[in-house]
DNA sequence: TGAATATATCCGTCTATGCGGATATATTAG
DNA sequence: CTAATATATCCGCATAGACGGATATATTCA
């Protein structure tokens, strides 16, 4: 019964809230989810440290970035209340906003690799 | 996505999930809910008040009696959380425990009752 | 009206937790 | 090794909320 309290306190804050509304879209790492949020670093890397303690998301690392995603599937409240959360979270206009944001900033991540690839390593200068 | 947060933060503490869990088997007065879980009434009164402004219980008064239930039926996050817990709640060795408690308290409250009647009002003496 | 009962709210106290700047750590490139 | 980058953790401060005894309110009965 602790441990269901603990995974709903890990929800009941409207930022990790948020950040699981984008998880449930895929994978990111904290910088993402800062420039998304716009929140700083800290306040980002304490609520997902949050969610890891509650079991709701799992990290990997890769290279220097962290990456965060939902928690795989399994069974029990955990499983079951994520479920939950990706059929109603989408419909709330906040997580709509958030959306959007998230498609903007990973589209504009996308194009400035591109560029980046182009000129290569060392670059053409 | 606010009203959201404040559901999980109503569910997010244990004796308010115990309180839920009685109440998944019916409606109940602060009274009952005092005896089973060994609280004093003021606790109990508020934990009520905070599951009543989530919007997860109603509550109905019955002459002295305050009786509380689950908010009904209805669609969205609230409704399917509260259907989450109808389906996961049971399993946990506390709510078990809550709930054996419960039965034992609601057949001496009518064994009670019982007594009561025969003796009528004004009673045998 | 007055007593009894059930409940709600008030109060002071204590802990949990949110915040964000500052600092510590880890990884990679040079 | 050093610098740069990404992340985690520390810190002090402020607020939310849990607790339970005390008090206020509401209802019933005589």
Redesign the pocket.
């Known amino acids: 019964m602790n441990q269901a309290a603990q995974i709903f306190?890990a929800l009941?804050?409207?930022?990790?809230l948020r950040i699981m509304g984008l998880l449930l879209e895929g994978e990111l790492?904290?910088?993402?989810l800062?420039a998304i949020l716009e929140?700083?670093?800290?306040?980002?890397?304490?609520?997902?440290?949050?969610l890891r303690n509650a079991g709701l998301v799992s990290?990997r690392?890769?290279?220097?970035?962290?990456?965060?995603r939902l928690a795989a599937g399994g069974s029990g409240l955990r499983a079951e209340t994520i479920e939950l959360l990706r059929k109603n979270l989408a419909a709330l206009p906040q997580a709509r906003t958030d959306g959007q944001r998230l498609r903007r900033h990973l589209s504009a991540k996308a194009q400035a690799e591109r560029r980046a690839a182009c000129q290569g390593?060392g670059g053409l200068r």
Chains 1, 2 share one sequence.
């Open positions: 306190k009941s804050d409207e930022t990790r790492c904290v910088c993402d800062m929140l700083p670093q800290s306040t980002v890397s304490r609520h997902l440290a949050y990290d690392r890769q290279g220097v970035w962290m990456n965060y390593p």
